[in-house]
């Protein structure tokens, strides 16, 4: 504590308001850098799709975690056309501005979850579109993947984890996948339990690997640099 004029020694052992502001700002500070920055990415601008309710259950699950900070980002918010950039990503010559803000967005966050139906056996067209805006964002980090539709969507989260193998993105085991049979009802998710369970195993990976990836990025943006 500072010792101003004025102040005892006892009113120095008891911080002031600034003081007070600027302990907590640092706490805040700290435990954000701490906790691991998760995006979860819904996989379709269907209109009506069921899409958001899996995506809202996704993000519960991770309220209150004092290790990850969560955010839903929607690439439907980026008005992207169907890809209009010139130069293919890995360049990171973006020319649009839809295209810079989609991927500084990206480059927000330690770890994604991309949360998907099956459209003919695999990812929505508007998924993959969004996808190949970008590169670099998506470099050295870590990613799961939850899954639904009539099959439960594996087949579309595998095509998910061979275009993600591109971005260098480790994606790890576990996944969640949901039947439209089982885990709706009356067009409303209901997870079963058993479905669901593979969730918890999938986070605690992408927390061990997400902090594990902080330090090969470091790695790789000091060799960048150099
Ligand atoms: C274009 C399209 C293709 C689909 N193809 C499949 C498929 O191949 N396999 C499957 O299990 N379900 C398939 N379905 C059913 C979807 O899994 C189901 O409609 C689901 O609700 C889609 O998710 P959404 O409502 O979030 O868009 C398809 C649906 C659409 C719209």
Same mark, same amino acid.
């Given at each position: 504590? +500072? &010792?101003?004029?004025g102040r005892t020694a006892v009113d120095c052992c008891v911080p002031n308001a600034q003081e007070q502001n600027y302990l907590t700002l =640092?706490?805040?500070?700290e435990q954000r850098t701490d906790m691991l920055n998760i995006a979860i990415i819904p996989g379709t601008s269907r209109p009506q799709a069921l899409n958001p309710q899996v995506v809202a259950w996704a993000k519960d699950q991770l309220a209150g975690r004092e290790d990850v900070r969560a955010e839903v980002v929607d690439f439907g918010e980026f008005n992207l056309p169907l890809l209009d950039e010139v130069?293919?990503?890995?360049? @990171?010559?973006?020319? @649009?501005? =839809?295209?810079?803000?989609?991927?500084?967005?990206? @480059?927000?966050f330690d770890a994604f979850i991309f949360v998907t139906p099956e459209y003919n056996h695999s990812i929505s067209g /508007?998924?993959? @579109?969004? +996808?190949? &805006?970008?590169? %670099?964002? &998506?470099n050295h980090k870590v990613a799961g993947i939850v899954n639904y539709g009539a099959d439960k969507g594996v087949r579309a989260a595998e095509h998910l984890r061979h275009i993600l193998a591109n971005y260098k993105l480790a994606v790890v085991r576990d996944q969640a996948s949901f039947s439209l049979f089982t885990d709706f009802a009356d067009g409303v998710f209901t997870p079963t339990e058993v479905s669901a369970a593979p969730f918890a195993s999938m986070v605690a990976d992408i927390v061990s690997w997400g902090e594990a990836l902080k330090s090969v990025r470091e790695? /790789? %943006?000091?060799v960048q640099a150099a």
């Open positions: 504590m +500072l &010792f101003e004029r =640092h706490l805040a500070i130069i293919p990503a890995g360049a @990171n010559m973006y020319q @649009n501005d =839809h295209t810079k803000a989609w991927g500084a967005k990206l @480059n927000e /508007s998924l993959k @579109n969004a +996808l190949d &805006f970008v590169a %670099a964002e &998506f790695a /790789s %943006a000091e």
